[in-house]
Structure formats: structure tokens, C-alpha cells
């Protein structure tokens, strides 16, 4: 269950860059998640609302917005969403292309509870 480890680096990193700001706590974490990435998002909340617990982020929800797979295709240039396991190219039929988007996992923003904007 690999949404655990994706969850723990959230965590990690998120209590890092509240301690850099002072300590407080956070209300809401924003995230990009790369369609690639194929995180099961009941799963990620609950391995988040497990790790949270007695960190910074405990009483912090977790939003995200997924970002669509893009890949181009080292043949012919054209870049195509792909719809399955096998990335063959819409245009030409070359199989395997090189990701565009859709490897995403970051941070956006991290709220901080009380009001607080955090500078
Ligand atoms: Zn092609």
C-alpha cells in the first residue's frame, strides 16, 4: 500500500516546513497528485489521518488535485494521454513515450490553524 509512504512524506515534509515557520500547527495541507502516481485517495486520507496523530498535522485535512497523465511519444513527437498499461501513440503506433506530466507529488500549500497566514 504505497499511498502509506506517499502519506509519511507529507507528513515528514510538512512538519518540516512548519518547524522552519515557527511551529505552528496546520489546519489544511493542499497537494498536486500526478495521475500516474495511481494513489487511491480513501487511501491516502486514511494513512494520513493515521500518521498525523501527535505531529503538527493532527488536526490537519488533507486536499488534493489530481494532475492528468501526459506522456509524448519518442517517435514522433506527439503527446496523447495514455489510457492504459501500454502507451502506444494515437498517431503513429509507437509503443513507449516519455512522461510529461502526471509523476506529481507536491506540496502546494500548507494553512495554518488559528488564522494565521503563517509569514
Ligand atoms: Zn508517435
Not at 515534509?13 to 495541507?29: C, I, M, W
Not at 498535522?57 to 488533507?62: N, P, R, V
Not at 516519455?98 to 502546494?108: C, F, N, Q, R, T
Request: with cysteine; proline share 3%.
Amino acid at each position: 500500500m504505497h499511498e502509506f509512504s506517499i502519506a509519511e512524506a507529507i507528513v515528514r515534509t510538512s512538519e518540516e516546513v512548519l518547524r522552519a515557520n515557527g511551529g505552528g500547527r496546520a489546519e489544511k495541507v493542499q497537494l498536486r497528485i500526478g495521475e500516474l502516481r495511481q494513489v487511491v485517495p480513501d487511501a491516502l486520507t486514511f494513512a494520513f489521518d493515521i500518521l498525523k496523530e501527535n505531529t503538527l498535522l493532527a488536526d490537519a485535512s488533507l486536499e488534493w488535485e489530481t494532475v492528468p497523465a501526459q506522456v509524448r511519444c519518442r517517435s514522433c513527437g506527439m503527446e496523447y494521454h495514455p489510457k492504459d498499461v501500454f502507451w502506444e501513440c494515437p498517431s503513429c503506433g509507437a509503443i513507449g513515450a516519455e512522461v510529461v506530466a502526471g509523476e506529481e507529488l507536491e506540496i502546494v500549500s500548507i494553512t495554518l490553524a488559528g488564522g494565521s497566514d503563517g509569514n
